[in-house]
Structures are given as structure tokens and as C-alpha cells.
């Protein structure tokens, strides 16, 4: 998290003749970082290079529920609001191609459509869409869009 200073003033006439008001907050907002960068960042999980804890998961749910991310491996940054986190890791997702219905897994699909070879297939993938027609995004093809707010409660860990 990130946070910036904004200032509000305003003039008001008083009895003793104009007084100038001056305030001062900070708001917490995410940092365009990539998912992946985050996820290591926030919820530490223990070794990158295996499937996440179903704690290590919950946290990751809780933590990126609602956040739009944009997507980094096309020429136009796609953006997505996220609803959710697949319960499966990555390379166990299967989605259904269009064209002919040939069931084929998420990790071949951005191997052989853009040539991206993921390197936590073990994690899970983000949801976006509804629950009927779910889009999967592999966490690091996604970057968190700048200038969200923070609206969660913070701790200390969360503060820079």
C-alpha cells in the first residue's frame, strides 16, 4: 500500500473577519505492482515454488476480492474487476474453446496462444466474470490498476 497526502482549504467569514481552514488526510491506495509481487508481498507464503495453503489462499481471497487488475501480456491492457480466486491451482484449470469445444488446460492456452510460459502454474489463477462464465487470469499476467483505494482496515504490515 501507498499513501498520499491531500490538503482542503477553504475561506469562511467569521465574526472577527475571514479565517483560513486548512485540512490534512491520507488515503491508502494499492500499488500497480504485478499480482504476483503482491501476493509475495502481503501473504508471504512459505515457498513459492509449490500450490498455496488453503490459509495462504483465504488470505490472497481476502485480499484481492474486488481489486481491478489489467492484464500485461496483450498490446491493450484489458481490464478486470476481481471476484474471486480458483480454489485449484493453475495448471489443474481447464477452460472450453469456443471454436470447436476442445477442453484444453489454462497453462497450454497462454502457452500456445501468446507464447507465456507461466512460471507459477502450482498458484492459483484470479476470477474474473460471473460465477456461470468464470475468466481465469494466471497471477502474473495481471498488474494491479494504479489509484485504487485502500479501503480495507490497515495494520501495520500494511503501511510503508
Known sequence: MTSKWDYYQSLRPTQMGLSLNIDVSA??????????EFVQKHVKPQDVS?????????????????????????????????????????????LTLDDDGTRISVVQYY??????VLKYPHWPS?????????IYLPMEVCKIVEGQR???????????
Open 27 to 36: 488515503r491508502s491506495f494499492y500499488e500497480p505492482i504485478l499480482v504476483t
Open 50 to 94: 509449490k500450490p498455496m495453503s488453503d490459509e495462504e489462499l483465504i488470505k490472497v481471497k481476502k485480499a484481492l476480492k474486488g481489486v481491478k487488475v489489467q492484464l500485461t501480456h496483450r498490446e491493450f491492457a484489458k481490464r478486470y474487476k476481481i471476484s474471486g480466486v480458483t480454489s485449484q491451482p493453475t495448471n489443474q484449470l481447464m
Open 126 to 134: 484470479l476470477q474474473a466474470g460471473s460465477g456461470t462464465k468464470p
Open 150 to 160: 485502500y479501503t480495507k482496515k490497515l495494520n501495520g504490515n500494511n503501511i510503508e
Open 111 to 116: 502457452s500456445q496462444k501468446y507464447n507465456i
